[in-house]
């Protein structure tokens, strides 16, 4: 009988059989699309993206490279209804197959649509768009900065809408792309540029477009721009339709370029005619409040108190008549009532009663003076020379006591005032010279100031 030979199978390493099956899933499902909802999404390291992609019976991993994911203009999260554009493979290590993310977008929202309602939602809870932080846009401003396209009709509608309204005007223009990859970066450089060139208001302007067209305007880079900026800031980007970002950040939105040019300063003629208007008004009241105080001062000097006033004075003089009959009435009656208590008391008290309480009161003063006497006159003494040595102090502090220790004091003769420098008198003026014990009436002949004579008045 002849044997048959049995072959061996092939024995695959865990390595191998995961290579391959890579390999086969990155054949058969090269270039795909799912659809499904994003959970359990983690964005690691603020770099690759982490996620599972479900539906209601099934799940699938899926990672998006920095490469793929930093195009993204919408923000991936839990919950949100994607198409997920890549291919399928496998992760060796482990042995688990996912998806691997090329592009993504939205379900039912363009993505431009989402990313302008998802970075809406993120400033709103950041509170920029709060009333409070907006800035006053000064009536007159000094000078007026524009961040737009020099070669569009944006910049030519603002300059003639100025003119019309306050043709002195000072505005200083940047030139910036307003649309493109690069358009947002220059607009937040033109800001910056502006606030130094000290523009009191700025106004961001472009024509209107598509979302696209528009999506400089809807970065979050501009909106912290917008925010921080320490002048105020007027959007005025698009049609009256149109609202992009900046116009929710901005201090001012103008509905189109030619709005927020007027918005940005007065109108010349009619603030001159609303001037002559305030100053009519205001003449016009002062007149009718000087008329009627007129009238009400030519009423109050026709009165008759202002004619007679000896008028006030006989009222009162009556009021006065009466009030002193009303006092003199009750100071009677009072004295009255004091009398006939008096006789009530005299009834009631004895003589007797009267010498027995005098006797024991003298008795009892004579031996408070008795204790007394000795503490008085040590109070006495002691008073005594306190006056003595008050009156030494007085004595020596005294101008007579000085006077006798051989000073004078000097006076003018004239104006009685104290003479206390050399310069108060002139040479030929008569002064007073008081004494001790009398008054000298001199004459200036010469003056010496310190020891050097002076002759006629002149310093030698």
Request: glycine letters at 6%; aromatic letters at 8%; hydrophobic letters at 40%.
């Amino acid at each position: 009988m002849e044997e048959v030979e049995i072959s061996k199978p092939k024995i695959y390493s865990v390595s191998e059989i995961n290579l391959n099956i890579r390999k086969s899933l990155e054949t058969n499902y090269s270039n795909i699309w799912v659809e499904g909802e994003v959970s359990n999404y983690y964005f690691h390291n603020r770099r690759h993206m982490y996620f599972d992609i479900k539906d209601e019976h099934s799940k699938i991993k899926v990672v998006m490279f920095y490469e793929n994911n930093k195009n993204l203009l919408f923000k991936l999260e839990d919950g949100l209804h994607v198409i997920i554009n890549g291919y399928v493979s496998a992760y060796e290590k482990r042995g688990e197959y996912q998806l691997v993310a090329l592009n993504a977008k939205p379900v039912g929202k363009g993505a431009l649509i989402l990313a302008f309602e998802q970075l809406k939602a993120k400033l709103e809870k950041k509170g920029y768009f709060d009333k409070i932080h907006k800035k006053t846009i000064p009536a007159i401003p000094q000078k007026i900065g524009v961040a737009t396209s020099t070669g569009g009709a944006v910049l030519r509608d603002i300059i003639s809408v100025l003119k019309n309204r306050f043709e002195n005007f000072n505005l200083v223009v940047m030139n910036t792309n307003v649309q493109g990859p690069d358009s947002s970066d220059e607009i937040c450089r033109a800001i910056d540029d502006l606030c130094k060139y000290g523009a009191d208001v700025i106004i961001i302007a472009r024509g209107g477009g598509s979302l696209e067209d528009l999506w400089a305007f809807n970065t979050e880079k501009m909106a912290d721009k917008i925010f921080n900026c320490p002048v105020p800031v007027i959007s005025a980007v698009g049609h009256e339709t149109d609202f992009t970002i900046s116009d929710f950040v901005a201090d001012r939105r103008a509905a189109t370029p030619s709005v927020a040019a007027e918005i940005v300063v007065i109108n010349k003629a009619e603030t001159v005619e609303n001037l002559k208007k305030i100053n009519k008004k205001l003449r016009d009241l002062t007149n009718n409040k000087i008329f009627l105080y007129k009238k009400e001062l030519n009423y109050l000097i026709s009165r008759k108190t202002f004619r007679k006033p000896e008028t006030m004075l006989l009222n009162f003089w009556q009021d006065f008549e009466e009030a002193r009959i009303k006092i003199g009435d009750s100071i009677r009656t009072i004295i009255e009532n004091k009398k006939r208590r008096l006789e009530e008391y005299k009834q009631h008290i004895s003589k007797k009663d009267i010498l027995r309480s005098l006797s024991a009161q003298k008795i009892t003063l004579r031996n408070v003076f008795l204790r007394m006497t000795p503490a008085f006159k040590n109070s006495l003494a002691l008073r005594e020379n306190k006056l003595k040595l008050m009156l030494k102090n007085l004595q020596e502090r005294s101008p007579v006591y000085i006077l006798g220790k051989g000073y004078a004091i000097v006076y003018e003769t004239d104006k009685g005032g104290v003479i206390k420098n050399i310069d108060d008198v002139k040479i030929g003026q008569n002064i007073t010279v008081r004494l001790k014990n009398g008054v000298l009436l001199s004459k200036i002949i010469s003056k010496l100031y310190k020891g050097i004579g002076l002759e006629n008045g002149n310093k030698n």
